[in-house]
């Protein structure tokens, strides 16, 4: 009967999700990967919390940086190697090997740098290793055939050790390491991809192959910033989020009535779309406006204007915001979408939610983050379900191209509430409607509903039915005088 | 790179994990080598790593057998058993390196 393959905590919790619980205990793991992808800083990463949350010291033994770069890479990060070092938690060995000095004048093993390892895992009963990088033992040494049984011999002392080892190595050509590694380290295998896609800085990171062991295989975004390295999985597909009781206010009466429960659920997500012009923010502001009212904490991030600019224009249309941003429950962010890649977007939304912990946040628009397709949607989708994962009620704004139920998205799927804004053109005039696309999980008025901004909010008028039609605009009102009379 | 001072003395130290075949071979091959061109003047002394792993570290070996000229400066390795004696001899700065363009 096989018996569960037993794993270590990677030490970022992103890549424990995607690898189903970790790194395969007392095994190698290969980290391969460009120059500046974050191959060194993973390792570090592995051994700092290797040490500080799970009580296993570990040795990093270093081929290109020394331990005062290495130090100094990491002090931004807040990890103080030299204190983990003295607490005996940590050894950076740093191995210098330079080659214009090396003369090889006969026969000879790597023993030296089995015994050197040796001593630094007794001296810390070290349970993780590090080595990085191989590859300069391949462009100093001249014995290849020797150094490839040597590395064998390496791995198969790794494991009769017991340690849990992250090797990492260079991404090669046509193969995956440059000098194929892979075939010696092959119980779990990562790559990390770092690439430049309209002039944004893209971190990708697969797990190409583990052994005994289910996994993700998708590419999946990854940041390195003052926390250190962090993966965002795409975990929407879990769906454990809980349902959350409560009813969350548009803070227009009329709309809440609209719904079956009187407004939204709180948690939920909920989308506005329209062509430019229709409303959208005023409907998004007045949503956070009401909650942070009511004593909840909204947070607006908005793409397309300023918080000047944003206030000046609802304050117009009645929605004013800067009472409750002076009590500090209402705040508001602004970015220019174009400034940050995907990834930061959703490190600075995660920053901002943990920093502020809202009840309620707003995206204004969705379609502001820039680039198109499958990158977008699964950012968007990443997005969304932080928020529902914390309970925080989202409401997002999406411009659509014409006035279809559709958008270019993607993430309609996601959606709880759909709130779609149009203008009509009639008769020559232009007249505001809005209608519920969808509310999962009540029911909701399918009625299409007029509804004009005065300096006082949003107002919707009456439905005017008569004899099986809808009136709107100034028809409605000459078919309100015919009736009267 | 200069020859070094005719008469200094030279200091070699010969680091080795254990007595194996290679270990005795290198130094018997060492004290030949070191008999031949620096007769009188040098000394050698033998470190084994299984003794003293720590050395490893502090003195940068990884392979083994390492030859490591510590005086006189600047410091020379060779690694291997030393069965090659041209290397070995324009490893320790004892023959000229032949021109390169």
């Known amino acids: 009967m096989a018996r569960a393959l037993e794993k270590v905590s990677s030490g970022v919790a992103g890549l424990d999700e995607l690898t189903h619980g970790g790194l395969p205990r007392g095994r190698p793991t290969l980290v391969c990967g460009g120059p500046g992808c974050g191959k060194t800083m993973l390792g570090l990463q592995f051994l700092v919390r290797g040490a500080l949350d799970h009580g296993e010291p570990g040795v990093f033994l270093a081929f290109e940086e020394t331990a005062e770069d290495l130090a100094v890479n990491v002090a931004s990060v807040g990890w103080d190697l030299d204190a983990l070092a003295a607490e005996g938690q940590l050894i950076t060995d740093h191995v210098r090997i330079d080659p214009q000095h090396i003369q090889e004048a006969g026969a000879y093993d790597l023993e030296g740098l089995f015994v050197r390892l040796g001593a630094d895992i007794a001296e810390i009963g070290a349970r993780r290793v590090v080595i990085d990088t191989l590859e300069v033992l391949f462009a100093s040494l001249r014995d290849q055939a020797l150094l490839r049984a040597e590395l064998r011999r390496l791995f198969a002392w790794l494991k009769e050790h017991g340690v849990t080892a992250m090797i990492t190595a260079e991404r090669g050509e046509g193969s995956l390491t440059r000098h194929g590694l892979e075939e010696y380290v092959s119980d779990c295998v990562l790559l990390l991809d770092h690439r430049v896609a309209h002039q944004v800085t893209t971190r990708r990171l697969r797990v190409v192959k583990y052994r005994g062991s289910a996994h993700a295989t998708d590419e999946t975004p990854f940041m390195i910033d003052e926390q250190g390295f962090r993966v965002m999985p795409l975990s929407s597909l879990r769906l454990e989020h809980e349902a959350t009781a409560g009813v969350v206010s548009s803070g227009v009466p009329d709309l809440d009535a609209m719904f079956g429960i009187g407004g939204c659920y709180r948690g939920s997500s909920i989308l506005i779309t329209g062509t430019p012009g229709s409303a959208k923010t005023t409907i998004a502001g007045s949503f956070a406006r009401t909650a942070a009212a009511g004593g909840q904490r909204a947070l607006y991030m908005s793409l397309e204007e300023s918080p000047a600019q944003l206030q000046r224009n609802l304050a117009s249309v009645g929605v004013h915001f800067p009472e409750q941003v002076a009590s500090g429950r209402l705040r508001l962010v602004s970015t220019r979408p174009s400034a940050y890649g995907l990834e930061e977007h959703l490190a600075l939304l995660l920053h901002e939610v943990n920093d502020f912990e809202p009840d309620l946040v707003v995206l204004d628009p969705l379609s502001g983050y820039g680039l198109d397709g499958a990158d977008r949607q699964a950012m968007l989708t990443r997005m969304i379900d932080l928020l529902k994962a914390r309970s925080i009620t989202g409401v997002f704004t999406g411009l659509l191209s014409s006035a279809r139920d559709e958008t270019d998205l993607g993430i309609s799927s996601v959606i709880d509430t759909w709130l779609t804004l149009g203008n009509i053109e009639r008769n020559g005039e232009r007249t505001r409607t809005l209608a519920i696309v969808k509310a999962r999980g009540m029911s909701h008025s399918n009625q299409v509903r007029e509804f004009v901004l005065t300096d006082e909010g949003i107002e919707l008028l009456d439905v005017y039915r008569r004899g099986g039609d809808v009136y709107t605009g100034a028809a409605r009102r000459q078919r309100m005088e015919e009736d009267r009379a | ?101």
């Open chain 2, 1 to 101: 790179m200069t020859t070094p001072e005719p008469d200094a003395k030279w200091e070699l130290r010969l680091y080795v994990a254990g007595q194996t075949p290679r270990a005795i071979t290198a130094l018997q091959n060492l004290e030949r080598i070191c008999e031949e061109h620096l007769a009188g003047r040098y000394t050698i002394e033998v470190i084994d790593l299984r003794e003293r792993p720590q050395l490893a570290r502090g003195d940068e070996i990884i392979a083994v057998p390492t030859l490591v000229r510590h005086l006189p400066e600047p410091m020379m390795k060779i690694i291997g058993d030393l069965s090659d004696t041209e290397r070995v001899l324009v490893g320790l700065q004892l023959r000229q390196r032949p021109n390169r363009p």
